[in-house]
C-alpha cells in the first residue's frame, strides 16, 4: 500500500498531525508506539537491558524505568547506539506488521508511518513520500518541555540526538509548517490528505 513517512523531531507536532489523518481513516502507525512494545515485560529485549544497564533500569513491577534509561542514553551516544542497534531491527518488524493490516482496518487508500528517526534509523525504505512537520527550534524546545515536564537540559540532549532541522526539511517531500495554530496544521493536514489519496490511486495503477 502507498505509504507516507511522517517525521520531525521531538515536540514538532507529529502526534497532532497524525490524529488528523487518523481523522480521514487512515491507518497511522506509531514507531514511538512499537518501540514501547518490544520491550515490554517477557521481551527478550528487556532481559538485555536489563543484563546490559544493570538493574537499575527497571522498575520495582518489572517494567522499563524509561526516565532512567531515557538519562543513560542521551548523556552517553555510543549507550545510545547499543541501544538502537538491540531495539530497532525489532521497531521496524513490529512497524511492517501494523503496515500490513491497513487494507483490512482502515478505508483510506494509503498509510502512514509516524516515526521520529524515520530517516535516521532508515526506516524511510519502507515508505514512497515523506512529510516532515517542521517548526522553528526554539518552538520545538518550548513545547516538548511543556509537555513532558522534561527539563529544556534534557530535551536539548534529545533533539542534539536527531537530525538537524534544515537536513531534514531537505529529504522531504512535503512539509506542515507547525509554527502556528493547530487549525492552521490541520488545514495543511487535509489539504495532504486529498493529494495522498491522488497519489495512492495513481501508485496502485502502476
Ligand atoms: C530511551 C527511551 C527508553 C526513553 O523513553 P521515553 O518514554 O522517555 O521516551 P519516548 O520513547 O516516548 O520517546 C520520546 C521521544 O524521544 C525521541 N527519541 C527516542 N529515542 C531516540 C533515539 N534513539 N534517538 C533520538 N531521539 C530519540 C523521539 O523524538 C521520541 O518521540 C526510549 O525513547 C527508547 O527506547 N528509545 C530507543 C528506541 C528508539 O530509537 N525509539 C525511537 C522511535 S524508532
Ligand atoms: N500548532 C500548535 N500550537 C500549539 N501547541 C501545539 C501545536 N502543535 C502541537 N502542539 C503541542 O506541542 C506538544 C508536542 O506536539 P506533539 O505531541 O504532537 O509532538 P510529537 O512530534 O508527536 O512529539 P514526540 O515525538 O515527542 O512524541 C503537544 O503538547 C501538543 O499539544
Known amino acids: 500500500m502507498f505509504t507516507v513517512g511522517l517525521t520531525g523531531g521531538i515536540g514538532s507536532g507529529k ?44 522498575l520495582a513491577d518489572g517494567n522499563l524505568d524509561r526516565a532512567a534509561l531515557r538519562k543513560r542514553v542521551f548523556d552517553d551516544p555510543a549507550e ?19 503496515l500490513a493490516a491497513s487494507p483490512q482496518t482502515h478505508s483510506a487508500p494509503y498509510a502512514i508511518l509516524e516515526s521520529p528517526l524515520l530517516i535516521e534509523s532508515g526506516q524511510s ?4 513520500r515523506i512529510c516532515v512537520v517542521d517548526l522553528p527550534e526554539l518552538t520545538q524546545l518550548e513545547r516538548a518541555s ?41 488545514a495543511q493536514v487535509d489539504k495532504l490528505h486529498a493529494r495522498y489519496v491522488v497519489l495512492a490511486s495513481q501508485y496502485q495503477s502502476l
Open 146 to 186: 511543556m509537555r513532558d515536564g522534561n527539563d529544556p537540559e534534557q530535551i536539548r540532549k534529545i533533539m542534539a540526538a536527531q537530525m538537524p532541522r534544515a537536513e531534514r526539511c531537505a529529504k522531504a517531500d512535503d512539509i506542515l509548517d507547525n509554527d502556528a495554530s493547530l487549525a492552521e496544521l490541520e
Open 15 to 58: 502526534s497532532a498531525a497524525a490524529a488528523r489523518f487518523r481523522h480521514h481513516g487512515v491507518n497511522v502507525v506509531d514507531a514511538d508506539r512499537a518501540a514501547r512494545t518490544v520491550v515490554e515485560p517477557g521481551r527478550p529485549a528487556l532481559v538485555a537491558i536489563a543484563e546490559h544497564f544493570g538493574a537499575e533500569v527497571l
Open 125 to 128: 525504505a519502507l515508505v514512497q
Open 80 to 98: 545510545r547506539r547499543w541501544l538502537e542497534e538491540l531495539t530497532h531491527p525489532l521497531i521496524r518488524e513490529e512497524i511492517v506488521t501494523a
